[in-house]
Nanobody, 120 residues
Framework: EVQLVESGGGLVQAGGSLRLSCAAS????????IGWFRQAPGKEREGVSC????????YYADSVKGRFTISRNNANKRVYLQMNSLKLEDTGVYYC?????????????WGRGTQVTVSS
């Protein structure tokens, strides 16, 4: 069974940091790009970051570039999102998602999400 399980969310003050983790199972992790998406209250889901399978290319939304870092560890089938200098607008449910080979707006598999709340 394909599973993507996010962890690491929580409540943090603006300016603080969190590290999200996505644990994958049930598919060939090495052949899949893994991305992070988020959805804030009253807003549509948006792509945050993604890391490809083959060359490890990374992508970031303009809103998080310079603050967030995505990485993957193929040995333990996990993808991480290090979030620094958090802002109120970073609040939302964060989802990890997997897609064969390439980062895409349309991903094959989705986790259930983890809540990130940034307070002032």
């Amino acid at each position: 069974e394909v599973q993507l399980v996010e962890s690491g969310g929580g409540l943090v003050q603006a300016g603080g940091s969190l590290r999200l983790s996505c644990a994958a199972s049930g598919f060939t992790f090495d052949d899949h790009a893994i991305g992070w998406f988020r959805q804030a209250p009253g807003k549509e889901r948006e792509g945050v970051s993604c890391i490809s399978s083959s060359d490890g290319s990374t992508y970031y939304a303009d809103s998080v570039k310079g603050r967030f870092t995505i990485s993957r560890n193929n040995a333990n089938k996990r993808v991480y999102l290090q979030m620094n200098s958090l802002k109120l607008e970073d609040t939302g449910v964060y989802y990890c998602a997997a897609n064969i080979y390439y980062c895409s707006s349309h991903m094959d598999y989705w986790g259930r999400g983890t809540q990130v709340t940034v307070s002032s």
